[in-house]
T-cell receptor
Framework: AQTVTQSQPEMSVQEAETVTLSCTYD???????LFWYKQPPSRQMILVIR??????QNATENRFSVNFQKAAKSFSLKISDSQLGDAAMYFC????????????FGAGTRLTVKP | DVKVTQSSRYLVKRTGEKVFLECVQD?????MFWYRQDPGLGLRLIYF???????EKGDIPEGYSVSREKKERFSLILESASTNQTSMYLC?????????????????FGPGTRLTVL
């Protein structure tokens, strides 16, 4: 079974600085999807960014971008110009292209943003 | 906007009680999911449903059952609550694969129910 590993339980960043959250995954599949979800304190989990494995270009959504290294099975999230509202729990997730219902989540990284 | 709602944000129950957690989505999604979220373990899938009256076990179904009588509603049932079921429960929904557009492959989450079993 696929596993997703987030090796940083907690991270901290100064407001306006850049931070990178790490994620690695284990799979034997060639086609899959990767996601970063954000869960603010006491609020709903929302999708931050997604990456299709067949696409070589790294996904970008405003201040959020990923570094997708397929051979290394690495999928890190970079947050530029960090804002106080970025403080949240971040989950990396993997979904097989063959199984719509099997999404695997990492343990999460709690990001603190210091003013 | 896709909306997934859960019946309670906080719930306190006693050991042995039967507990119902309700989830409703308003986007006509075929797939619905129940996860539990525990510190250091991320989200673990309990059950999912891909159609009315259809259900499949996830990774940790023991002690739980589900019901999906209507497309928009997916219920999680704890037949006899135990203290080790104290957790955050998240419901999610998603459309079928193959649908074009920005919703492809994404799961939409409810706000969660924090259940405490005493």
């Amino acid at each position: 079974a696929q596993t997703v590993t987030q090796s940083q339980p907690e991270m901290s960043v100064q407001e306006a600085e850049t931070v990178t959250l790490s994620c690695t995954y284990d799979t034997s599949e060639s086609d899959y999807y990767l996601f970063w979800y954000k869960q603010p304190p006491s609020r709903q989990m929302i999708l931050v960014i997604r990456q299709e494995a067949y696409k070589q270009q790294n996904a970008t959504e405003n201040r959020f971008s990923v570094n997708f290294q397929k051979a290394a099975k690495s999928f890190s999230l970079k947050i530029s110009d960090s804002q106080l509202g970025d403080a949240a729990m971040y989950f990396c997730a993997y979904r097989s292209a063959d199984n719509n219902n099997d999404m695997r989540f990492g343990a999460g990284t709690r990001l603190t943003v210091k003013p | 906007d896709v909306k997934v709602t859960q019946s309670s944000r906080y719930l306190v129950k006693r050991t042995g009680e039967k507990v119902f957690l309700e989830c409703v989505q308003d986007m006509d999604h075929e797939n619905m999911f129940w996860y539990r979220q525990d510190p250091g373990l991320g989200l673990r899938l309990i059950y999912f449903s891909y159609d009315v009256k259809m259900k499949e076990k996830g990774d940790i179904p023991e002690g739980y059952s589900v019901s999906r009588e209507k497309k928009e509603r997916f219920s999680l049932i704890l037949e006899s609550a135990s203290t080790n079921q104290t957790s955050m429960y998240l419901c999610a929904s998603s459309p079928l694969p193959g649908l074009a557009g920005p919703l492809l492959n994404e799961q939409f989450f409810g706000p969660g129910t924090r259940l405490t079993v005493l």
